[in-house]
C-alpha cells in the first residue's frame, strides 16, 4: 500500500515498538529503584535474577510481535475503504464520474457511513451531469424550431418569396414570443431550482386575486366552449400576488388548450391550518404515464389531456417551481368523473 497506508502503518508501528521499549526499561528501571532502596536488598536470591529479565523481554518481545500483527490487519481494515475512497476521489476529479468506492468491512461503521456519504454524492453528481446533459439537448431543440421558422421567413422575404405584409410580420411576432415565453419559463425554473427566485412577499386576500383574474378570463374561456366557476374563501395567505396569478393563469390556460369543454372550476378553503387552492377540469385528465412526472421540465402527454401538448412542455415545471419557492406543494390527481384536479398547499392563513 501507497501514501496513507504507509503512513498509518508506520505510525502504528512506531508507537506499538515505543510502547514495548518504555514498558521494558520503565520496567527494569522501577524494579532497580526499588532493589536499591529495599532493605533486604543484599538478599539478591529475594531480587530479580538476570534470568527473569530475559523472560520479561522475551514476553515483551513476544507481545511486540502480537501488537504488530494485530496492528497491521486493523490498519489493513481501515486503510481498504479510505484507499478506494481517495482513488475515487481522484476519478471523479478527472471526470469519471462513475467511480464509487468500495465500503470494505462494514463493522467499522463510521469508514462505512463515510463511503456510502461519498458514494451518494457521486451518484448526485452523476445524476445531476446527466441531467444537464439532456437539459442542454432539449433547450437547444426546443429552441431550434421557432429560429427555424424566424430564420426561413425572413431569408424567404430578403429573397421575395414572401411579401412583409401585416400577416407575415404577426407570425414572426408570434414565433418571438413563443422564443421569449420559452427563455423566461427556464429562468423561472431555474431561478427557483437554485434558491434565487425573487419573490416579494406581502399579506395578500387571495379571493379578491382570483376574482379580479377571473374577470379577465371569463370572456376568453366563453368563447371556447368553458364556463368558469369560482368557490372561495375568505383567506389571506403571505404570497405574492403576481407569481400565484402567474400559477392560476398556467392551469386554467392548460385546461382551456386541452380539456373537454365544460367547467373549469377554481376553489380556495382553508384544511387543516393550510390554504388549499385547487383548478378542476373535466378531462381527460393526465395520461397515466407521465402523471407521475408532469412537473418535470420538458414532460408532455402522448396524446391530447391536461397536459399541454405542443408547448415548450416548461407550464407545469414553472407552476411547481413557483408553488415550492412560496414553501408550498402542488400534486395532480384525477377527479371521480376522469377530469385532472391540480392542488396547491399553501402556507398558514395570515391571522
Not at 536488598?41 to 523472560?55: K, P, Y
Not at 386576500?205 to 375568505?234: H, N, T
Not at 395567505?237 to 367547467?263: E, F, P, S
Not at 387543516?272 to 407521465?290: H, Q, Y
Amino acid at each position: 500500500m501507497k501514501g496513507l497506508s504507509r503512513q498509518i502503518l508506520l505510525a502504528m508501528a512506531s508507537v506499538t515498538v515505543a510502547a514495548g521499549l518504555l514498558v521494558f526499561f520503565g520496567t527494569y528501571l522501577a524494579f532497580s529503584i526499588l532493589f536499591y532502596f529495599s532493605p533486604w536488598a543484599e538478599d539478591t536470591d529475594n531480587w530479580v535474577t538476570g534470568f527473569d529479565l530475559i523472560t520479561l523481554l522475551v514476553l515483551i518481545f513476544v507481545a511486540l510481535i502480537v501488537a504488530a500483527v494485530a496492528s497491521i490487519r486493523l490498519a489493513g481494515r481501515i486503510l481498504q475503504p479510505l484507499e478506494s475512497l481517495a482513488l475515487s476521489a481522484r476519478r471523479i476529479k478527472d471526470g469519471d464520474l462513475s467511480a464509487r468506492a468500495m465500503p470494505g468491512d462494514h463493522s467499522l461503521g463510521e469508514t462505512a457511513l463515510l463511503v456510502e456519504d461519498f458514494n451518494a454524492m457521486a451518484q448526485r453528481l452523476q445524476d445531476m451531469a446527466a441531467d444537464m446533459t439532456l437539459w442542454n439537448a432539449t433547450i437547444a431543440h426546443e429552441l431550434r424550431t421557432p429560429l427555424t421558422i424566424l430564420k426561413g421567413r425572413l431569408q424567404g422575404m430578403i429573397d421575395g418569396v414572401f411579401k412583409p405584409d401585416e400577416e407575415s410580420l404577426h407570425a414572426l411576432v408570434l414565433q418571438v414570443d413563443s422564443l421569449a415565453r420559452l427563455v423566461e419559463d427556464l429562468r423561472t425554473v431555474t431561478l427557483a431550482d437554485s434558491g434565487h427566485l425573487d419573490l416579494h412577499l406581502q399579506p395578500v386576500r387571495l379571493k379578491d386575486e382570483i376574482q379580479r383574474m377571473a374577470g379577465v378570463l371569463e370572456p376568453e374561456l366563453k368563447a371556447d366552449g368553458f364556463a368558469l366557476k369560482l368557490s372561495l374563501d375568505d383567506v389571506v395567505v403571505t404570497v405574492d400576488a403576481m407569481r400565484i396569478r402567474q400559477v392560476l393563469l398556467a392551469l386554467v390556460t392548460n385546461a382551456r388548450r386541452y380539456a373537454v369543454r365544460g367547467t373549469v372550476e377554481i376553489s380556495l378553503r382553508v384544511e387543516n391550518n393550510r390554504a388549499l387552492l385547487r383548478v378542476t377540469d373535466e378531462g381527460p385528465g393526465l395520461d397515466a404515464d407521465i402523471a407521475s412526472s408532469a412537473f418535470e421540465p420538458f414532460r408532455r402527454g402522448s396524446h391530447s389531456g391536461s397536459l399541454e401538448k405542443g408547448g415548450n412542455g416548461l407550464g407545469l415545471s414553472v407552476v411547481r417551481a413557483i408553488v415550492e419557492a412560496h414553501g408550498g406543494k402542488i400534486h395532480y390527481a384525477p377527479s371521480d368523473t376522469g377530469g385532472a384536479i391540480f392542488e396547491i398547499v399553501l402556507g398558514k392563513p395570515a391571522s
